[in-house]
């Protein structure tokens, strides 16, 4: 569709440049509205041709004005600029939709001025459309037909349709390294048929080839950069072989630059990032091949990928050591029909006694039934009868139900003690507000990672505020306490039972085969029971300090995050114990009491953690997907792929 329309505004600018024709305005505005309306709906109509304020081609500036007057009429908003006001503009960058700007070229003058104009200027910040209205001499050189390096500073996805003058074919420039123009032949014109298409493949899958280009890669040191590494990691895995097959689609190399321990940490006091953000944001690397998560704090500064993994957020304990009672488990012996046949026996068994007695006994009907029920509960107690019967007949009968008393007894007995002596593991909080609250658990999160983030940048934006992210800034373990690594942070939880964890889901289970005991976590409670079943709950309890992994996502969503209950758990955040890596941040829960670890499920199951750990669910998903520098060219190309 996109093509079709450019194609269609061209036939008519092919037409105005072979001027022997008069030019149809109202037909070349109505192009231009099909164009805003299927291609960008709110995109700008911008008209740049050489000059200045006081001077100017006359019958360019005729048509340009012409056709702003009619876009107006379409409530169509229009930008008349020069080249030398291209620079202009830039302040818009990431802020507009797209914009559609017509290049104009009269003559070799003005190219130089359009060259001399975009020397610096982001040409993927607009939709090019280049007319050239001049054809050099024989001995003059020929920027259209043969443009030598990259006069216009094109980059990979700069989308730009240029059209020769007196030629029929139209082409598309971009550049692949930023050193030489790549010309694609898009389609050419024929006199019946107008512009025919000469090809069929997709933006992307025209320019699918990289040619060998080098991305300067950056990595945290628990991730592969290939997947023939090898580390028995499945988040590293993953993302090894997600790289191995850009590379090999794309053809493209990559040169790792460096391998830091964090994913990176943001310093408001002189405004810079730490670890792998602060390798792209620099520009001293191209790509992070990591687990990043993607917040939107971060995406200020950073491009993303489309997201590799999609976790839930949960906070891991160690299994505590006090076991509870279920109380219910005295009538779970049996189920409901066996209790019902139970109740019938002794209620009908009375009766029956009654009714035998009669012939041998001369005393009233409610004397006998109300001695024959204190008789059937008395042998169901396992006690004995005052009188046994002489007769053979009564003596049968209490005989069967002695044996039978015997019989259930004896199961109920012995279904009894499995259900008693089944530890049942009892948390004093079952929310995030719990947690909060209880005030006796740390909290972890892998260090460097965006959770810690989260939870500062919030409790420093309003330190009076007791709001979820500061209550849980509170229970967080100090920054160097922090674990620097998933496994890491298992280990602590499992070292200490007064440690909360939190993480990743997805995380949790890329190393639940590491983890070295047993966890408990908001999601697990039919298992093992907690004192709180959700975040709240956790941050109401209070009795667990908070540890986050430095740097990591976890750490920006209590910090940032405007939800009540993150900014509660602020106050639980123990910075000096705050994890480099997820292993810490679980080491620590099992080596400390009271100690809650925040972090994803997918960590956990990627390290293996020493004790045993629960988790509560946060009720926050988190996106794990690779990041670009700002801006980069390769990104919409690889999420395409």
């Known amino acids: 569709m996109r093509l079709a329309l450019y194609l269609m505004c061209l036939i008519l600018l092919f037409v105005f440049v072979n001027s022997e024709k008069h030019f149809p305005i109202d037909v070349f505005v109505d192009v231009i509205m099909d164009i805003r309306k299927l291609y960008y709906s709110a995109a700008t109509v911008i008209f740049a041709h050489p000059g200045d304020d006081d001077y100017g081609d006359l019958s360019i500036t005729h048509l340009v004005h012409t056709c702003i007057r009619v876009l107006g009429r379409h409530y169509v908003l229009t930008l008349d600029v020069h080249f030398g006001q291209l620079q202009d503009l830039f302040r818009y960058y990431h802020e507009i939709v797209q914009p559609i700007i017509i290049v104009i070229m009269p003559d070799f003058e003005a190219y130089l001025e359009f060259v001399e104009a975009t020397n610096t200027y982001p040409m993927s910040f607009a939709v090019w459309f280049v007319v050239f209205l001049f054809t050099p001499a024989n001995d003059t050189y020929d920027p259209c037909h043969q443009p030598i390096g990259n006069p216009f500073n094109l980059a990979f996805d700069t989308q730009m349709l240029v059209l020769c003058h007196n030629e029929d074919v139209l082409q598309e420039w971009y550049s692949v390294k930023g050193e030489t123009i790549k010309v694609f032949d898009l389609a050419k014109w024929e006199d019946d048929l107008g512009f025919v298409l000469l090809t069929t493949l997709s933006l992307y899958n025209r320019r699918k080839d990289l040619e060998g280009v080098v991305l300067r890669a950056v990595t945290v040191r628990d991730i592969p950069i290939s997947s023939s590494i090898g580390t028995g990691n499945y988040v590293g895995s993953l993302y090894g072989k997600v790289v191995d097959e850009l590379m090999d689609s794309l053809n493209f190399s990559l040169d790792v630059v460096s391998k830091l321990d964090n994913h990176g940490m943001w310093n408001s006091k002189n405004n810079t990032w730490s670890g792998v953000m602060?390798?792209?944001?620099?520009?001293?690397?191209?790509?992070?091949?990591?687990?990043?998560?993607?917040?939107?704090?971060?995406?200020?500064?950073?491009?993303?990928?489309?997201?590799?993994?999609?976790?839930?957020?949960?906070?891991?304990?160690?299994?505590?050591?006090?076991?509870?009672?279920e109380w219910l488990g005295y009538f779970q012996t049996f189920r409901l029909h066996i209790w019902i046949a139970i109740v019938t026996l002794i209620m009908i068994a009375p009766f029956l006694l009654s009714f035998m007695k009669i012939y041998y006994e001369s005393r009233s009907n409610v004397d006998l039934i109300s001695d024959n029920f204190l008789s059937i509960w008395g042998i169901f107690c396992q006690q004995a009868l005052i009188v046994f019967p002489k007769c053979s007949s009564?003596?049968?009968?209490?005989?069967?139900?002695?044996?039978?008393?015997?019989?259930?007894?004896?199961?109920?007995?012995?279904?009894?003690?499995?259900?008693?002596?089944?530890?049942?593991?009892?948390?004093?909080?079952?929310?995030?507000?719990?947690?909060?609250?209880?005030?006796?658990?740390?909290?972890?999160?892998?260090?460097?990672?965006?959770?810690?983030?989260?939870?500062?940048?919030?409790?420093?934006?309003?330190?009076?505020?007791?709001?979820?992210?500061?209550?849980?800034?509170?229970?967080m373990k100090k920054e160097s306490e922090l674990p620097e690594t998933i496994i890491d942070g298992f280990v602590q939880i499992c070292n200490d039972e007064k440690l909360a964890y939190m993480i990743l889901d997805v995380l949790k289970k890329s190393v639940e085969m590491k983890i070295p005991s047993s966890l408990i976590s908001f999601l697990t409670l039919s298992k093992t029971k907690l004192p709180f079943s959700n975040l709240e709950g956790y941050v109401t309890d209070g009795s667990y300090k908070l540890i986050v992994m430095k740097n990591s996502a976890e750490l920006d969503t209590v910090y940032t995050a405007k939800i009540p209950v993150f900014s509660k758990m602020r106050g639980l955040l123990e910075e000096k114990h705050f994890p480099l890596t997820s292993s810490d941040?679980?080491?620590?829960?099992?080596?400390?009491?009271?100690?809650?670890?925040?972090?994803?499920?997918?960590?956990?199951?990627?390290?293996?953690?020493?004790?045993?750990?629960?988790?509560?669910?946060?009720?926050?998903?988190?996106?794990?997907?690779?990041?670009?520098?700002?801006?980069?060219?390769?990104?919409?190309?690889?999420?395409?792929?």
């Open 278 to 325: 602060n390798e792209i944001v620099s520009g001293r690397a191209d790509f992070a091949i990591t687990d990043m998560s993607m917040t939107s704090f971060r995406m200020r500064y950073v491009d993303f990928t489309l997201p590799l993994i999609i976790s839930k957020n949960s906070l891991f304990v160690r299994e505590p050591a006090i076991c509870g009672v």
């Open 585 to 641: 941040g679980f080491k620590q829960i099992c080596e400390r009491k009271n100690l809650a670890f925040f972090t994803t499920e997918v960590f956990k199951t990627t390290i293996y953690v020493t004790c045993e750990v629960t988790y509560i669910e946060s009720g926050r998903m988190d996106s794990l997907a690779m990041a670009l520098t700002k801006g980069n060219p390769y990104t919409h190309l690889m999420n395409y792929q």
């Open 394 to 475: 009564l003596r049968l009968a209490y005989f069967t139900i002695f044996l039978t008393a015997i019989l259930i007894m004896a199961h109920y007995s012995a279904a009894l003690v499995s259900f008693l002596t089944s530890c049942i593991r009892i948390l004093p909080f079952h929310t995030i507000d719990e947690f909060i609250a209880d005030n006796t658990y740390k909290l972890i999160v892998i260090r460097g990672g965006s959770d810690y983030d989260l939870l500062s940048d919030q409790s420093k934006r309003d330190p009076l505020n007791k709001d979820f992210s500061t209550e849980l800034m509170g229970l």
